[in-house]
């Protein structure tokens, strides 16, 4: 069991930012996300995209914005708790008791929820019985290639995933690509060599094509994929790959007692506390009257969620206001030598 | 203002005013029109707030670029009438536009 006094729920600017907050006033902070990188849709939506609305920074990317963030947290020293979704949380006396995926627990007075608009997860095929596979014939993402060796892979999609796996997987595999349209968006290096590969008869690929229906009762026999001119075509296979990027899901969240309006949580304003006493809301998750959805919003909703958590986490102490600019007490905790 | 027409799956429908300017999007977010989630706010990093643009209209639209189609790989059951709305800024000429949404985003 981990004690702490806030665990923060999303690794996003948000949930960064709000770790120096704590830091700042004392407080120790341990974050868990679904993702497997820090930065949340900085990193995965828009890492090279620019941002122009951070104050102070005219110009940045996704990418660059989460370095600094990390960079700027650094003498806290913070850990990082990646590809683990938070599950459940139970009120414990004074402190709730989370559970994350990997049944890591955690204990803690205050849970900041810096989630953004959910966990990311894969997308999935929707076509019937896709359920009923899942991690028997169908994966989203690959732990164990070994499985694959010597049978036939459907492997689906168009971006880097599904190419540098359909390109890997057929040295040892009967490998399909299966793609929606003739162009792949991943890089044009690996759509290069896919397309050699298939000269070589070492892969096949069948563009534009989508999946229909798939064929099997216990396990997987084949499937049937179309074009939008109603082509028909049937497959031979053992596994299916679906590589179709990742949905953000609300998840357990859902589940845990709070308000939840539209796909957002409601706070007040005074300290971003939801109805939940020690559980507060940061970033695009919450709403409130005026509620702006920017990662400049997200910075002051962290600082004073921050303020909030001090009382739950320090009861017997008083918070005072300090600046960076002048307390010596702060520049011990961010490691500033004179 | 011009009006716009969103057909849910089920076939219920929604016709709107939508101020110019406003993407095809954000008119269903601020009209409270269930189908189109619009996850990532418009920055084209989603692809959930996809819809089948009517026969009739889909040659009027501007041309779809390439960040958009290759969003649209992301999309559920994408056709030759998927569009992201977000992508879709409305204009006195999309007076009358109809969409549909599909019967799930992502």
Redesign the interface.
């Known amino acids: 069991m981990i004690k702490t006094d806030v665990l923060v729920i999303g690794a996003g600017p948000v949930g960064i930012f709000i770790v120096q907050q704590l830091g700042l006033i004392g407080l120790k902070a341990e974050v868990v996300d679904n993702l497997d990188k820090i930065g949340g849709?900085c990193i995965e939506?828009?890492p090279d995209?620019p941002i122009y609305d951070i104050p102070g920074l005219p110009e940045c990317t996704g990418e660059s914005l989460t370095k600094n963030l990390l960079e700027q947290i650094k003498p806290f020293k913070t850990n990082f708790h990646l590809n683990e979704r938070v599950e459940e949380i139970s009120k414990e006396k004074d402190n709730w008791k989370i559970q994350t995926s990997s049944k890591k627990i955690f204990l803690s007075p205050n849970i900041v929820i810096a989630a953004g608009?959910?966990s990311f997860e894969p997308?999935k095929f929707?076509v019937k019985d896709a359920e009923k596979f899942e991690n028997k014939g169908i994966f989203y993402s690959i732990k164990d290639k070994n499985i694959f060796k010597d049978k036939k892979v459907c492997i689906f999609?168009?971006?880097d995933s599904a190419l540098d796996w359909a390109i890997e997987l057929s040295k040892v595999s009967e490998v399909t690509l299966v793609?929606?349209?003739n162009?792949f968006?991943g890089a044009e290096h690996s759509a290069q060599v896919a397309k050699q590969l298939e000269k070589e008869s070492k892969l096949k690929i069948k563009t534009p094509f989508?999946i229909q229906s798939i064929e099997g009762n216990n396990s997987i026999n084949g499937i049937t994929i179309k074009t939008?001119e109603g082509k028909v075509e049937k497959i031979e296979t053992d596994y299916l790959l679906g590589f179709?990027?990742l949905?953000?899901k609300l998840g357990p969240i859902l589940e845990w007692g709070l308000n939840i309006d539209?796909k957002t949580i409601p706070v007040d304003t005074k300290n971003f506390q939801t109805n939940k006493e020690g559980i507060f809301a940061i970033g695009?998750i919450c709403t409130y009257p005026g509620k702006l959805?920017l990662i400049l919003s997200g910075f002051h909703e962290g600082a004073l969620a921050a303020r909030a958590c001090f009382k739950l986490a320090r009861p017997n102490e008083n918070y005072r206001f300090e600046f960076t600019t002048t307390s010596k007490k702060l520049h011990e905790r961010l490691g500033v030598k004179k | 203002m011009p009006k716009i027409t969103y057909v849910e799956n089920s076939g219920k429908s929604h016709t709107i005013e939508v101020a110019k300017e406003l993407t095809v999007m954000e008119g269903a977010i601020q009209n409270?029109i269930p189908g189109i989630d619009a996850?990532?706010?418009g920055?084209c990093?989603?692809?959930?707030c996809h819809v089948y643009v009517d026969a009739l209209w889909v040659n009027k639209l501007p041309k779809i670029e390439d960040a958009e189609?290759?969003m649209l790989?992301?999309a559920?059951?994408?056709?030759?009438f998927s569009r992201l709305s977000c992508q879709i800024t409305v204009t006195e000429d999309l007076n009358g536009l109809v969409v549909k949404m599909p019967?799930?985003q992502?």
């Open positions: 849709q939506l828009y995209k608009v959910g997308r929707t999609g168009g971006g793609h929606r349209r162009e968006r989508q939008e179709f990027g949905i953000m539209n695009d959805k | 409270n996850d990532c706010g920055a990093a989603c692809a959930t189609e290759d790989d992301m559920n059951e994408p056709n030759k019967s799930k992502g």
